[in-house]
């Protein structure tokens, strides 16, 4: 697909956003907020250095390095290039894991896309819950690749959701969220978060209304604890519906509280995808990086290659 170059900026900015947005909150995560405004202090589960980014953009990169490639994510070959490499991550490079995630990779031994899934499964049945928000936090960049074929990147957005979330909510959340960086990236709008309920089964856009509804109706941090997908999208969405740049937005996201990385990573993919590369704060740009060795314009690069 041919893309503008706003077009462009606005794909540019979907890894840059939720990087920046991960490292905003990655010193308050569980933790206290801060008296005055966030900062790219470091320190948190890590612990990080000042403008690294956490296990959030890490395994997004993990996503970002295969889209890139070029022959999209639906593919078992794909999917696989996916597991290999969150598996080189939990080995190498997990500075902090996601309990839920922590559970389905410890039981992973060759890193194949079907066996991480069959793992996501056996989780799912042991403990009868597997809808934690950590496969929304990596799924912006999941959009890229399907900016022409919606159906495509609802279909990509559940199976790479898929590999380590088993329930049905998350892989949900996942299509609810790259339609809005799809629609964001091509029309500079957010009404895509809201189309994308028509690419949900029947049975659940009601309940998914109705939660995009509560978050519309009440700021962030109502959406606290918010380990759980559901509410880690609502503060996301509640942040970036109450204000109107992307940095206002982040931070926004991060007073949300608790997981506060993560609902940041959330909401910046898609305020980057709204917003553009161009409109992250220079001090941010320089300052983001993280694992596997990326800084920001090795995020806008792989950015811009998973759209080809
Ligand atoms: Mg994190």
């Given at each position: 697909m041919i893309l503008t170059s706003e077009q462009r900026d606005r794909a540019a900015g979907v890894l840059l956003g939720a990087a920046c947005g991960d490292a905003l909150g990655v010193p308050y995560e569980f933790a206290a907020q801060p008296s005055g405004a966030p900062e790219m202090v470091g320190g948190g589960l890590g612990p990080y250095e000042p403008g690294e980014y956490s296990d959030d953009t890490q395994m997004q990169a993990c996503v970002a390095e295969v889209a890139a490639r070029g022959h999209g994510l639906l593919s078992e070959l794909a999917l696989d290039g996916i597991a290999v490499r969150f598996m080189r991550w939990y080995r190498e490079g997990a500075s902090d894991i996601g309990a839920q995630t922590r559970q389905v990779l410890e039981a992973v031994d060759a890193g194949t896309s079907s066996e991480m899934r069959r793992a996501a499964a056996a989780v799912h049945r042991r403990t009868g819950r597997s809808a934690g928000n950590g496969s929304l936090m990596r799924t912006g960049v999941v959009a890229l690749p399907y900016l022409d074929d919606v159906a495509a990147m609802a279909e990509a957005a559940r199976l790479v959701s898929g590999l380590?979330?088993?329930?049905d909510l998350a892989g949900d959340a996942c299509v609810l969220w790259c339609s809005g960086v799809r629609r964001a990236v091509l029309s500079a709008r957010f009404d895509g978060v809201r189309e994308g309920l028509a690419l949900l089964p029947p049975d659940r856009r009601d309940r998914w209304a109705a939660w995009l509804d509560e978050a519309e109706a009440a700021p962030p941090d109502r959406f606290s604890p918010n380990g759980f997908v559901v509410p880690a999208l609502q503060a996301a969405w509640s942040a970036i519906r109450r204000t109107s740049t992307l940095p206002d937005g982040l931070v926004a996201a991060v007073r949300a509280g608790d997981d506060t990385d993560t609902v940041a990573a959330i909401a910046g993919a898609l305020l980057g995808a709204r917003h553009g590369a161009s409109a992250v704060p220079p001090e941010w740009r320089a300052a983001v990086h993280g694992w596997p060795g990326l800084t920001a314009d090795d995020l806008v690069d792989l950015a811009v290659r998973a759209t080809a």
């Open positions: 380590t979330h088993f329930d």
